[in-house]
């Protein structure tokens, strides 16, 4: 009963952060870039917190890549959040290194669902194509993230982890870069960065608590 009750007081307490960094976006969006980010990494840094405190029912592999997964959003949230032009590449990278990881953490494939890949790379490859003229020195990076992000959103339906979580957070996870995509090399999409931080902080969240179910239910 404590268990689930502290559990519920930290899923509480990552809404209560992830709305007030939206909060901030939406009414204070001149704050300055270090106090953004700061704001914009608490509920990653919560959901780390998260993983600490399920150290024991997790296998040393899992503990290991998932904070790795977490840190490197982290570092990817905070280089977006003080890009000024230049951040861009490194953020991009700090995102495909946590994906790899999320990849690791998803070993071995139960099934492979031949289904279930031909409709991500549909839709990446829609959305590849609407924004490929303006990439330019971009392209090999832009290629390589939307390449990872679309393993890691199909081996949620793979991993022998599988569950609603995880598929959920595979799912918004492309959604949310989907946008972020489009909104910075197709067109300007009105409150685009309220709907990336929701859907992100959602991905994120349901990847985690997917993580910690499976795990449980392992045990």
Same mark, same amino acid.
């Given at each position: 009963?404590?268990?689930?009750?502290?559990?519920k007081?930290?899923?509480?307490?990552?809404?209560?952060?992830?709305s007030v960094y939206?909060?901030?976006? @939406?009414f204070?969006?001149? &704050?300055?870039q270090?106090?953004?980010? !700061? /704001?914009?990494?608490l509920?990653?840094? %919560? $959901?780390?917190v998260?993983v600490?405190?399920?150290?024991?029912?997790?296998q040393?592999?899992?503990?290991?890549t998932?904070?790795?997964?977490?840190?490197?959003?982290?570092?990817?949230?905070?280089?977006?959040?003080?890009?000024?032009?230049?951040?861009?590449?490194?953020?991009l990278?700090?995102?495909?290194?946590s994906?790899?990881?999320?990849?690791?953490?998803?070993?071995p494939?139960?099934?492979?669902?031949?289904?279930?890949? @031909?409709?991500?790379?549909? &839709?990446?490859?829609i959305?590849?194509c !609407? /924004?490929?003229?303006?990439?330019?020195? %971009? $392209?090999?990076p832009?290629?390589?993230?939307m390449?990872?992000?679309?393993?890691?959103?199909?081996?949620?339906?793979?991993?022998?982890?599988?569950?609603?979580?995880?598929?959920?957070?595979?799912?918004?996870?492309?959604i949310?870069?989907?946008?972020?995509?489009?909104n910075r090399?197709?067109?300007?999409?009105?409150?685009?960065?309220?709907?990336?931080?929701?859907?992100?902080?959602?991905?994120q969240?349901c990847l985690?608590?997917?993580?910690?179910q499976?795990?449980?239910?392992h045990?």
């Amino acid at each position: 009963m404590g268990t689930n009750n502290n559990n519920k007081n930290m899923n509480i307490l990552f809404l209560i952060l992830s709305s007030v960094y939206i909060t901030l976006l @939406l009414f204070i969006p001149s &704050l300055t870039q270090p106090i953004m980010a !700061l /704001f914009k990494t608490l509920p990653i840094g %919560l $959901l780390v917190v998260m993983v600490l405190k399920a150290r024991r029912q997790l296998q040393n592999r899992i503990f290991i890549t998932l904070l790795f997964a977490l840190s490197f959003s982290a570092l990817g949230d905070v280089l977006l959040a003080l890009d000024t032009g230049q951040l861009f590449i490194g953020g991009l990278a700090a995102f495909f290194v946590s994906h790899a990881f999320y990849i690791i953490t998803m070993l071995p494939i139960k099934n492979w669902r031949l289904d279930v890949v @031909l409709l991500y790379l549909f &839709l990446a490859i829609i959305v590849f194509c !609407l /924004f490929y003229p303006n990439l330019n020195d %971009l $392209l090999i990076p832009v290629l390589f993230y939307m390449l990872v992000l679309t393993i890691m959103a199909s081996l949620t339906w793979m991993t022998d982890k599988s569950n609603g979580f995880l598929v959920l957070g595979g799912a918004v996870f492309v959604i949310s870069d989907s946008i972020l995509g489009l909104n910075r090399f197709y067109l300007e999409i009105a409150h685009a960065d309220i709907a990336i931080m929701c859907s992100y902080y959602l991905a994120q969240f349901c990847l985690v608590t997917g993580f910690l179910q499976a795990t449980s239910k392992h045990k």
